[in-house]
Each structure stands twice: as structure tokens, then as C-alpha cells.
């Protein structure tokens, strides 16, 4: 799974949760500041962890709350 994949697939879901329109999701951002709560971190980390077929620490959206950046870590993660 590479990184774009991976952060397209979460800028669909976010944009699904949060009601907004995909385009405005900037990768670079937070998603914290882009409105997303704890509970609907939990959402987003079990989509992410249908989607990758692996799981996932419920609190990776803490430790890379950007999406590129968590795209990064998982593409990386999980091509070992």
C-alpha cells in the first residue's frame, strides 16, 4: 500500500465524517483541526484498519495527527 493511497482513502473518510467537501481537506493539517474528535478518531481508525487489513493503535491519530504524515508512517510500517 503506498502513501498517496493511503491518504486519499482518509481524505474520503474525513470528508465522509466531517461533511466536508474533499477538496478542502489540506493533508498538511491536523485533523484535529480540521474538526475531528476523539470518538471520531476511533471511527477513522477502524475504517483505516479495514481498509490496511491490519490493526492499528487507537492513538496513532495523536502521534500523527497530519494525514501525510500518518499516510508516511503507515505506507513505511507496513511495507517491512
Known amino acids: 500500500m503506498d502513501s498517496q493511497s493511503i ?3 482518509v ?3 474525513l470528508s465522509e465524517l466531517k461533511n466536508l467537501p474533499a477538496d478542502h481537506i ?7 483541526q ?3 474528535d476523539s470518538s471520531g478518531a476511533l471511527e477513522l481508525v477502524g475504517y483505516l ?3 490496511l487489513g ?3 493503535d487507537p ?4 502521534e500523527f495527527p497530519e494525514i ?7 505506507a513505511e510500517t507496513l511495507s517491512l
Open 7 to 9: 491518504q486519499q482513502f
Open 11 to 13: 481524505v474520503s473518510k
Open 26 to 32: 489540506d493533508v498538511n493539517t491536523s485533523v484535529f
Open 34 to 36: 480540521l474538526g475531528l
Open 49 to 51: 484498519e479495514d481498509y
Open 54 to 56: 491490519t490493526i492499528l
Open 59 to 62: 492513538a496513532i491519530f495523536w
Open 68 to 74: 501525510n504524515r500518518l499516510a508516511d508512517h503507515l
